[in-house]
């Protein structure tokens, strides 16, 4: 089990709050291998064999314990060793692993030319996912990649890891991204109040805003990472 930070924008720490958001995606750092690049070719990840156990047949993968996480390339293996493609690959997540949530944030205004680092814990944390409010006290907005694991207020327990393409995302999967239910018209626009609107079409949105508006047609290798919401500090 590992303790870890993990960034979420104002609108999915929202979703997280409202109980709405229950997974994340992450691109891998290594991407494997693509089917579309090697015609005729299957590729696929599937957990890794725990360090130091021993595997002679196929037949035992079943039974054996597996690696937290580390994940093995399956299918064309040939095709990918020839290409420089690695065998292996890390999903950084695990089960059990714990996620503190950093957020974008204000600290007492007496705190503004202090770095995040020197920051009092007796200073009030605003976060601006709650929306601005009339207290005239509160000081500069701070990134949330500065938040000070002391005022994370969401931990995150991972229950479930899978690794998959971007586009293999369901729509109940895209349903516990959080996101809103949206049409996209031929000018790649995208649209929220249509009745035919899907949650997987708002979470295309989302990731093309994120990411850049060719990232969600490059249909990248992804960490499907699902969790409990813990509304409280990690430490707390």
């Known amino acids: ?29 290594v991407q494997p291998p693509k089917e579309e690049d090697f ?6 990840l599937c957990p890794a064999v725990a360090d130091g156990v021993k595997m002679h047949s196929l ?13 093995d390339l399956d299918g064309s293996v040939g095709v990918a060793r020839r290409a420089g ?7 950084r ?5 714990r996620l503190w949530v950093k957020e974008t944030w204000r600290a007492h205004r007496a705190y503004d030319q202090y ?5 009092g ?13 009339n207290c005239d006290q509160h000081g500069k907005g701070r990134p949330s990649i500065f938040m000070p694991r002391w005022a994370s207020r969401l931990t995150l327990v991972v229950t479930d890891v899978r690794v998959e393409r971007l586009h293999k995302i369901s729509e109940a999967d895209a349903q516990a991204e959080g996101v809103d239910r949206l049409v996209m018209y031929d000018s790649g626009a995208f649209y929220a109040g249509f009745p035919e609107g899907t949650y997987r079409c708002g ?16 249909n990248p290798w992804v960490v499907a990472v699902s969790f409990d919401v813990i509304k409280e500090n990690i430490d707390g």
Do not use: C
Not at 39 to 44: A, K, Y
Not at 115 to 119: D, F, H, K
């Open 1 to 29: 089990m590992t303790d870890r930070p993990i960034l979420f924008s104002a609108p999915m720490v929202r979703a997280l709050l409202d109980g709405r958001k229950t997974q994340t995606r992450r691109i891998m750092k």
């Open 39 to 44: 015609g005729g070719s299957v590729f696929g």
């Open 59 to 71: 037949n035992q993968y079943k039974n054996l314990p597996k690696h937290p996480t580390k994940w």
């Open 85 to 91: 493609f690695p065998m292996e690959y890390d999903a």
């Open 93 to 97: 997540f695990a089960i059990g692993d």
């Open 115 to 119: 770095r995040p680092g020197l920051i």
């Open 121 to 133: 814990t007796e200073s009030r944390i605003w976060y601006e996912a709650d929306g601005r409010d």
């Open 203 to 218: 979470f295309a949105g989302i990731w093309s805003h994120i990411n850049s508006a060719e990232a969600w047609e490059a």
